[in-house]
């Protein structure tokens, strides 16, 4: 079984400062994590990935995550917002490869503001 | 990478019609394929799995003759909604699995 917390459904940052999105998850082997963007009537973006390689991630768009086996963490990180990042991000937790169902968490908005 | 593909991104249709969204893996075959919708300003919620030559496989509380799931290719699965109902509005998603899992970029369903 498996599942994903993701912890703020609502985030709001000024432009210009880090950004923390959190997510917790729950699995009974070893998972495979992702963090999707979602723009207003867009379809999924993959940012980053982690698949038991290096536990700290880096993605597109200066994102980075890092995976906590101890703390059964993968929170998302960007040192600096930019307004373009405004959008929703949903954290996915997965058994290892590509043919078993995935499990998304409910989404975290992120506001950047001016 | 892997790149999946729906058609088409967006349909209005009127009540009581079906529906018919294709999902296709234009550059690897994929025996199984997810549905997911995905509500207004809500997380995705898989719908079925689609499994290349065999019935698909739904979630708990969905309705099989409502959503009918075909998976006759490597290649292609397709979603029909029929009779659709304005609740039937929303965005569908599909993804195809290979070392993980890659998702088209979705169909928009309004029905009026």
């Known amino acids: 079984a498996q599942s994903v917390t993701q912890l703020d459904s609502h985030v709001s940052v000024s432009e210009g400062t880090p950004v923390l999105l959190r997510c917790n998850y729950s699995s009974s082997y070893s998972p495979s994590l992702f963090w999707y963007v979602q723009h207003p009537n867009k379809g999924l973006q993959l940012l980053l990935k982690?698949?038991?390689?290096?536990?700290l991630v880096k993605g597109i768009n200066g994102f980075e995550a890092e995976f906590k086996k101890s703390e059964t963490s993968f929170h998302l990180t960007k040192p600096s917002a930019h307004m373009s990042d405004a959008a929703e991000y949903f954290c996915v937790v997965s058994p290892s490869g590509g043919y078993q169902k995935v499990t998304f968490g409910i989404g975290t908005k992120l506001q950047v503001i001016p | 990478g892997a790149v999946v593909s729906q058609h088409p991104s967006r349909v209005i249709c009127k009540s009581g019609t079906s529906v018919k969204i294709e999902c296709r893996s234009l550059d690897f075959q994929a025996t199984t394929m997810f549905w997911y919708r995905q509500f207004p300003k809500q997380s995705l919620m898989l719908m079925a799995t689609s499994n290349e030559g065999s019935k698909a496989t739904y979630e708990q509380g969905v309705e099989k003759d409502k959503f009918l799931i075909n998976h006759a290719s490597l290649t292609l699965s397709t979603l029909t909604v029929t009779s659709a109902h304005p609740e039937d509005s929303s965005f569908y998603i599909c993804s195809a699995g290979r070392d993980e899992q890659y998702f088209g970029p979705g169909t928009r369903l309004t029905v009026t």
């Open positions: 982690y698949t038991s390689a290096a536990t």
